[in-house]
């Protein structure tokens, strides 16, 4: 398999990902990296899953949105851990084992070109849901402090979601066309789709980097909102690391897929770090936002009904 595409018609290595480019160019110190990465990366997202499958329940007061977004973004995400480790660890074992590749090798190598797919669309799934659970947040703390949702916060999640269709539309698109691009084989028209892919591709990664500077916004709109310092603090890590996440994800789609420079062997260390395990510390504060009972958006019940809440003396503060 080639290290990347070429207008000739050859073969172009339209799955090409960062794990895979990794085991394909015999990188054995990055691979095992990054294997190691996202193994441990994988146990934390199961965990994770647990914890807001169980944790965040649709509990009676509406204005805690967001929770089924939370829980598809850790579920994707999960996902996308779990099949970028799959490819990068068969192609550790080809590294590994170069004498024992017969034909059963060959067949299990095919597969994972297609799971190597499955990564970036899960990928892509996990960042629209964080994006719509980072926003639904902010909504939320506004809503509850001016004691019903307004217009303004339901535009604003008219628009979040307007733009999340848009970006799983992107997603879908691109797999499609990666699908039809590896079945098609080294042809001029592969070279096509591979063009059209990337080029979705690095749109979706852009529209998912204006989405997080969007929020953060939104962070500071929730800051004047009245929320508690908690609740703040919590919001502003989890955004600053979205940033994070979603800025190395635009660049890495602009400078390697859409001008095919040669890939550096520690791509997939990068990736795994700036992308996967930022989104897991995004959804863990997410989670522990969700969950936060005492000094929160959400301690004042059901948009300003005061059963269950009781006024702490001194506390300056309404609570469970």
């Known amino acids: 398999m080639d290290t990347g595409p070429n207008p000739q018609g050859d073969s172009?290595?339209?799955?090409?990902?960062?794990?895979?480019?990794?085991?394909?160019?015999?990188?054995?110190?990055?691979?095992?990296?990054?294997?190691?990465?996202?193994?441990?990366?994988?146990?934390?997202?199961?965990?994770?899953?647990?914890?807001?499958?169980?944790?965040?329940?649709?509990r009676a007061d509406p204005a805690r949105l967001g929770t089924y977004s939370i829980k598809t973004g850790i579920i994707f995400l999960t996902l996308s851990i779990i099949t970028a480790l799959t490819t990068s660890s068969i192609y550790l074992y080809m590294?590994?084992?170069?004498?024992?590749?017969?034909?059963s090798a060959y067949r299990l190598f095919k597969a994972t070109e297609h799971t190597d797919l499955l990564w970036e669309l899960f990928d892509f799934l996990a960042q629209v849901s964080i994006f719509v659970t980072l926003t639904s947040i902010a909504v939320s703390a506004q809503s509850v402090t001016r004691g019903g949702p307004n217009g303004f916060g339901r535009l604003l999640r008219l628009g979040t979601f307007v733009v999340a269709g848009v970006v799983v539309a992107l997603a879908f698109a691109v797999y499609g066309l990666r699908v039809a691009s590896l079945e098609s084989g080294g042809t001029v028209y592969n070279w096509n789709l591979y063009e059209h892919a990337?080029?979705?591709?690095?749109?979706?990664?852009?529209?998912?980097w204006i989405m997080s500077l969007y929020n953060c916004g939104l962070v500071v709109l929730a800051m004047g909102s009245g929320t508690g310092k908690g609740i703040f603090f919590l919001l502003a890590f989890a955004n600053?690391?979205?940033?994070?996440?979603?800025?190395?994800?635009?660049?890495?789609?602009?400078?390697?897929?859409?001008?095919?420079?040669?890939?550096?062997g520690?791509?997939?260390?990068?990736?795994?770090?700036?992308?996967?395990?930022?989104?897991l510390v995004v959804l863990l504060l997410c989670y522990a936002i969700f969950t936060k009972k005492a000094g929160g958006i959400w301690t004042v019940g059901r948009y300003g009904r005061t059963d269950?809440?009781?006024?702490?003396?001194?506390?300056?503060r309404m609570s469970y």
Do not use: C
Request: charged share 10%; net charge positive.
């Open 198 to 208: 990337d080029r979705a591709a690095a749109s979706a990664s852009i529209l998912n």
């Open 12 to 58: 172009v290595g339209d799955d090409m990902s960062p794990f895979l480019f990794s085991g394909v160019n015999n990188n054995r110190p990055y691979i095992i990296a990054a294997v190691a990465l996202m193994a441990v990366a994988t146990i934390i997202g199961l965990t994770l899953t647990v914890l807001i499958l169980l944790g965040v329940r649709r």
């Open 240 to 264: 600053f690391f979205n940033i994070i996440g979603t800025t190395w994800n635009m660049a890495y789609y602009i400078r390697w897929h859409l001008h095919y420079n040669t890939w550096p």
């Open 95 to 103: 590294i590994e084992n170069p004498n024992n590749l017969g034909a």
């Open 308 to 316: 269950r809440v009781v006024k702490e003396p001194h506390a300056g």
């Open 266 to 279: 520690y791509i997939a260390i990068l990736h795994a770090a700036l992308q996967m395990w930022t989104s």
